[in-house]
């Protein structure tokens, strides 16, 4: 069944996820949905100092909103706010990785769970009480079309059984988020939660995670602010929060989060599993 989901994936990413793909569904743009002044607003964008989250930084600050940038590199993230700031004349007030062999981080935590599921969740919790109380609050998680190859596994979060593979921990990940995404949404209704799939887009982590993958697709990966335009759309527009909570994006629609005939859904128990393991390693981090 991995066979089959793979294949099925990478031929609707060649016809979707492309360059090409974003230029024929942004021929259904609204253009007027991203005229908007975001002069008073925060907005708090993890990986901000590179790639598509600092094209969302970007593009926020264009608009007039307040961006803080969270990022593991002080002088990049430094680097990046200075470009932000020259470019949108506003102040800025200052993250998804594959590792590809299986590292620990000091606290003995594989890298790809770690940053991608686990500081996903860390953070988020931590934001709800404060997004509560604020009107119009929302939260995005950039997720990715390769969740669609993966089925929620809970008994190896950390990926200690069989051969390690970057790309399917990385894809498993991005399945993780997607689900955090529909239980935060059917928990906390005084706030928008969605995730959304970027598309193939050239950015520097394609390029160092997926040297092969990059020089074989690379005229037809999209660019960084085309991978940024859904996660802006969905942060910024009016439009977007009149779509459900707790939905999966992809080029400013809402998608399917299983292929047909994929096998791919996790059970409810499977779900409060994972949020139950994610909350026992969060209690060691929290403040």
Known sequence: MSIYRNAVWFVKGLQEYTKSGFEAAAKHFAPADLDVNLSGRSFVITGANSGIGKATAQEIANRGGTVHMVCRNKDRAEAARDEIVERSKNEINNAGCMVNQRELTDESLEKNFATNTLGTYILTTA??????????????????????????????LQFEKGTFDGTSAYAQNKRQQVILTERWASQHKEIHFSSMHPGWADTPAVQTSMPSFHAKMQSKLRTEAMGADTAVWLAVSAAATKQPSGLFFQDRKAV?????LASSRSTPQEEEKLLTALEEFALKFKP
Do not use: C
């Open 127 to 156: 934001l709800i009480p404060a997004l509560k109380k604020a009107e119009d609050s929302r939260v995005v998680t950039v997720s990715s079309g390769g969740m669609l190859t993966q089925k929620l596994n809970v008994d190896d």
């Open 256 to 260: 399917a989060t299983h292929l047909p």
